[in-house]
C-alpha cells in the first residue's frame, strides 16, 4: 500500500491569494490526481497529474485557475489562484497503480 | 442522471443494527471502491471490488457485475462507524479515474 500526505490539512485565505498545496506519496505510482469536494458535493477530477508534463484537466478546470507540477513519481503541487469564495472547498490527492488507488487526507480550504 | 447513484443519502440507526449502503452505476467498470470520509474531510479507502465479496472485520462488501450495483454493510454497527461511505467506480474507459457516488450520511446512536 501507499501513504499519502498533504500540506496544509487546512487554511484559511483572503480572496484574490493563492495556495499551493502539496501532495507526497511514500512509494512510487503510476497516476495522481487532484480531487475537489465542494461543500455537500462529491468528489470531482480537477485533473490527472502526469510527471514531466502538463497536467491533463477535467472539462470545467482550466490551468491558470490550477496549475499542478508533478516533478517526479511521488511528489505533486496543486495551486488554487486567484481565490474566490466559490473556491472553499476540501482538495485531495489521489494515486494509483493499474491494481489500487490511495487518498491522502485532504485539505480544507476556507476563502473569506 | 448521475453514473453512480447511492441509497439512502442519510441514514440514522441505532448502535447494534446491521447496515446496507447501496451503490448503483450505468457505466463499465474495471472495479468499485468504497471509501469511508469522516467529519475532518480525510478519505480511507475500505474496499477495491472487481467481483464477489470481500470481508473486513465488520464491514462486507458486494458486488453484482451483471446488476450493475454493489451493497456494503455493516455488522453490529457502533457510533464509530458514523461517517460518510461514498462508492466510486473505476472507469473501464479514461486510465484510473473515478467516479463517485453523492455518498451515504451514517450516524450511529448510542
Known amino acids: 500500500s501507499a501513504v499519502i500526505s498533504q500540506k496544509p490539512s487546512r487554511d484559511i485565505c483572503q480572496r484574490g491569494t493563492s495556495l499551493t498545496i502539496q501532495c507526497q506519496v511514500d512509494?512510487?505510482?503510476?497516476?495522481m490526481f487532484w480531487y475537489r469536494q465542494q461543500p455537500g458535493q462529491s468528489l470531482t477530477l480537477i485533473a490527472t497529474?502526469?510527471?514531466?508534463?502538463?497536467?491533463?484537466?477535467e472539462s470545467g478546470f482550466v490551468i491558470d485557475k490550477f496549475p499542478i507540477s508533478r516533478p517526479n513519481l511521488t511528489f505533486s503541487t496543486l495551486t488554487v489562484s486567484n481565490m474566490s469564495p466559490e473556491d472553499s472547498s476540501i482538495y485531495l490527492c489521489s494515486a494509483g497503480t493499474s491494481y489500487e488507488q490511495y487518498f491522502g487526507p485532504g485539505t480544507r480550504l476556507t476563502v473569506t | 442522471k448521475n453514473e453512480v447513484e447511492q441509497s439512502p443519502q442519510n441514514l440514522t440507526a441505532q448502535e447494534g443494527e446491521f447496515i446496507t449502503i447501496n451503490c448503483s452505476y450505468s457505466?463499465?467498470?474495471?472495479?468499485l471502491h468504497w471509501l469511508q470520509q469522516h467529519p475532518g474531510g480525510g478519505i480511507v479507502s475500505l474496499f477495491m471490488l472487481s467481483s464477489g465479496k470481500k470481508k473486513h472485520g465488520r464491514l462486507i462488501a458486494t458486488i453484482n457485475i451483471q446488476e450493475k450495483h454493489s451493497s456494503l454493510h455493516i455488522t453490529a454497527s457502533h457510533p464509530r462507524d458514523s461517517a460518510v461511505y461514498i462508492c466510486a467506480v473505476r472507469l473501464i474507459q479514461g486510465a484510473q479515474k473515478l467516479v463517485f457516488g453523492q455518498g451515504t450520511r451514517l450516524t450511529i446512536n448510542p
Open positions: 457505466v463499465g467498470i474495471s472495479a
Open positions: 512509494s512510487q505510482v503510476t497516476m
Open positions: 497529474a502526469n510527471q514531466g508534463s502538463e497536467a491533463t484537466y
